[in-house]
């Protein structure tokens, strides 16, 4: 047996005799899933996932849901070609494939490093912060940074940074009291164009929708 919890991914080969069940009578269970057809990426996954357990740690600023979110937002937006549709599916394979490597070796070494690289970066004048500022923070070159940050954390330094700046610009748009073009600029985006390009391509919708939904929901709720 697997218990799923929040933030938890797992891989079967469908049909199989895997049972799936609620740990109460009632409970409720919010999940969302990809059917993979592909042969070479399907035994790759199946490989990966035999010695590292069917279950895997999945955060939402990881490789792994952020490659899935792109693949489910493509689909649905129908953008790809076959050609990109492929080139998704090789890029979620190595995606899971390092989310199992740090699942297997994951320990206080990455949680300090993935810390102390959020402190920096949240820091009220981080917004321009880039991977060679950060890594000289941390008093090694891009390249030496880039190899240890993701060799302990199977994340890539520049997309943890980007993950975080959306995240903040996701927190901004709660409130009435920005600009999209304030936003990017604390945020460290170019423009609001870039802004608007980045947070729908990691959240699958615009800001200025994400805005509106969040207003209609609190006007809902009120």
């Not at 490789?63 to 599916?89: G, I, K, N």
């Not at 940074?161 to 604390?186: E, G, N, T, V, Y």
């Not at 609001?192 to 615009?206: E, I, M, Q, V, W």
């Amino acid at each position: 047996e697997h218990a799923q919890t929040p933030g938890m991914l797992f891989a079967a080969i469908v049909p199989s005799s895997h049972e799936y069940r609620l740990p109460e009578p009632n409970g409720e269970w919010a999940f969302f899933w990809v059917i993979v057809h592909h042969p070479y990426v399907v035994e790759r996954i199946r490989a990966i996932a035999s010695p590292a357990g069917p279950s895997l740690q999945a955060p939402t600023d990881g490789p792994l849901v952020t490659s899935l979110v792109e693949l489910v937002t493509a689909h649905r937006q129908r953008v790809d070609d076959r050609f990109t549709r492929e080139a998704r599916l090789f890029d979620l394979m190595i995606a899971f494939d390092r989310t199992a490597w740090a699942n297997q070796h994951r320990g206080d070494e990455r949680e300090e490093l993935l810390a102390r690289a959020r402190r920096l970066l949240e820091t009220p004048d981080a917004g321009r912060l880039n991977v060679e500022e950060v890594a000289s923070a941390f008093g090694m070159s891009r390249s030496n940074f880039s190899h240890h940050f993701r060799a302990v954390t199977g994340l890539s330094p520049a997309m943890f940074i980007r993950d975080l700046r959306l995240q903040r610009a996701r927190d901004m748009l709660l409130s009435d009291d920005h600009s999209m073009k304030a936003i990017a600029r604390l945020t460290g985006f170019a423009d609001a164009n870039h802004l608007c390009k980045a947070f729908r391509s990691r959240f699958g919708f615009t800001p200025g929708a994400f805005r509106r939904q969040m207003k209609a929901s609190s006007r809902a709720g009120g």
